[in-house]
DNA sequence: CGCTGGATTGAATCCTTTCAAGTATAGTGG
DNA sequence: CCACTATACTTGAAAGGATTCAATCCAGCG
């Protein structure tokens, strides 16, 4: 079975038999499915557990008492929800679906087991550094990008972070995210994102149809987007073993 | 000497004298004076270094070829700049000075070797979670609220921080940043902060002048930024010895 | 086949920006 | 001590991007 999580922090560095046999133990513990927009953790519970997404999509979000939602951060297959988290005595944010997905829970000791052996410690923290990037690269987007240039960018930086886990096929890739999540993700209403999508689309950048999305013209996307990749870490180590 | 990065991590946990002696050490190495409107870390650099600010604020920002600068965070007196920071080869972001700014420039060698006592393990990885926070509820905010309330927010969250680390006189604290730097954070222009800003005043909420700021009413701040402390994660643990 | 949630479209409104100019404040040098 | 400069702050008017409100369209589903 193709595990996108282990596959992303293979991209780190190589990893060793004996090492990946571990990542596969600890992703194959308590996997359980998730239907689409059901709360993987709730805000104001007591976090007890790391998660990973192994199938579908979710998100981070914050919301107001008067219902205003914010998604501040977008989690692909294979991304880690937050080692760290299980330190708090109270979630500040929820964790919740976006699609029907498959999520590994892990207790934090099993997980600090694995994460000991001094390889696997470099990838988690490049990891967890990259996450962090995206955050920031998240928030001055919010703050200095206008509406089309925001949505190209995400569009951009979803279509690579899918790459490196391999679930890129030529220019097409998933998109099972509403336009009503990705207003709360951009910061927009969701007639706004209809329209900006619609600019995309008639500019010939991309195809959005049916849940998946076709970049048709990548060179352009990402100029308006005024995307730069770099912040997503992504090139390889020196000595990987990857091509 | 008061040293806010100290004063802050012993919220987490009682120190001893000897933990608190090495931080000390820590913070005492190459201790520089750097001045207002300076980088400290440029975009692009390679990070050899962690940073701890001392006195002063600062702030870390992305630019965009085109002159476009947001910040995407702040750094306060005892803020720590990404202890973890110098395993990527290449800052996707610059770290500045705002005022005159006294720094503490640790290797990562040395860090690691007073942060290895499990006591500080943990209270650094709990400031770093809080750290988080507060770039989770940037994002959000900049996604969701409006200027007012954005604004509105930013003062309480300062404020806050400030309170913690004893920078705080009544309900008074510096405030030196200016508009523009302001607009750079909040996602606005300066013209709009301005304006935002005199709403505030004309309320009767706050007073600002000559790099000072009073909150003279903090409910009602509170209250139009619908500002909720809990991802400060500012309550005391239980057993502390602070009152 | 009617229902439901998502996508789409139109028109009016509004918050924020833009452009432009004027005022204040602080520091410098003569 | 006062021009002189630079930077920050303030104010006004007009333009614009995004929202709001409201309807319609569409596809999947029981």
Redesign the pocket.
Known sequence: MDNPFIRKLERYSPLAPEQRTALEDVARRQVRTIPAREDVIQEGDDPRHVHIILEGWACRYKQLADGRRGIVSLFLPGDLCDPDIVLLTRMDHGIGTLTPATVARVSPDMFDDAVIRPILTRCFRREMLVSLAIQREWCFGLGQR???ERLAHLLCEVHSRLHFVGRVEGMTCDWPV???DLADAL??????V?????DLRSAGLITLRGRQLTILDHARLMQTAVFDATYLHGELEAGSNHT
């Open positions: 206008s509406a089309l509403t336009q009503i910061g927009l209403t969701s007639v706004h209809n329209r900006t999508l619609q």
